[in-house]
């Protein structure tokens, strides 16, 4: 079984703060994914990475950065932490192109004070 | 521009009380429609991918059938733990993107 997994389920921090949410999956899929969902927002893809080091922009980059240094590894960086990123964070990979699904991991609900 | 709506955004139902949940689309060039379950504070589960108009797929109580315009996933004598979240997207040719829709919400009641 495909295995997406995320480095906290729960994460709380302060305002300004600096944040990293690590992913991590163990099928060698070349796309990853980071999304964040939010209660009548639905998914909002925040960024994507096809290749290692290679990274696209999603629909709300703003306040974000991410980072592909491994295949398997995919990092989002908040910068300076503000409350309107509390959020649920959502990691998925996928094989190929979107003929396929996507695999997601269990999510990081993230408080920001 | 790409689209996926879902409707009801929420709907009740009695055990074993059939229905069907619906997910409306626009897309330049279909490659994959799916569905997924969530259950509350948890990822996105997939159930289904269909990729051509005609198309079913079932598995146990859950069946998903594809026209040109919509999919449909219908429940058939639901269980208290078929209670989810189900969320529908599409991969067009447009781009690397799935579109996702928001979802509706389904409380099967014993």
């Known amino acids: 079984d495909v295995k997406v997994t995320q480095s906290s389920r729960y994460l709380v921090k302060r305002t300004g703060e600096k944040v990293f949410l690590e992913c991590v999956q163990d099928m060698d899929h070349e796309n990853m994914f980071w999304y964040r969902q939010d209660p009548g927002l639905g998914l909002r893809l925040i960024y994507f990475?096809?290749?290692?080091?290679?990274?696209e922009k999603g629909d709300i980059p703003e306040g974000y950065s991410v980072s592909r240094e491994k295949k398997e590894r995919f990092s989002l960086i908040l910068e300076s932490a503000s409350t309107n990123q509390t959020s649920m964070y959502l990691c998925?990979?996928?094989?190929?192109?979107?003929?396929?699904?996507?695999?997601f991991g269990p999510g990081t609900r993230l408080t920001v004070l | 521009e790409d689209q996926v709506t879902q409707s009801p955004e929420a709907l009740r139902l009695q055990e074993g009380e059939s229905s069907s949940l619906n997910c409306s689309y626009t897309v330049s060039g279909l490659r994959g429609l799916f569905w997924y379950r969530q259950d509350p504070g948890k990822g996105p589960e997939f159930l289904f991918t269909?990729?051509?108009a005609g198309e079913e797929k079932e598995k146990e109580r859950l069946k998903a059938t594809l026209t040109k315009k919509e999919s449909f996933l219908h429940i058939t004598a639901p269980k208290p733990e078929d209670s989810a979240t189900y969320l529908c997207a599409v991969g067009g040719t447009g781009g690397f993107k799935t579109i996702f829709g928001a979802g509706t919400r389904l409380f099967v009641k014993a």
């Open positions: 990475s096809y290749d290692v080091k290679m990274k």
């Open positions: 998925a990979s996928r094989p190929g192109d979107n003929y396929n699904e996507q695999f």
């Open positions: 269909l990729y051509s």
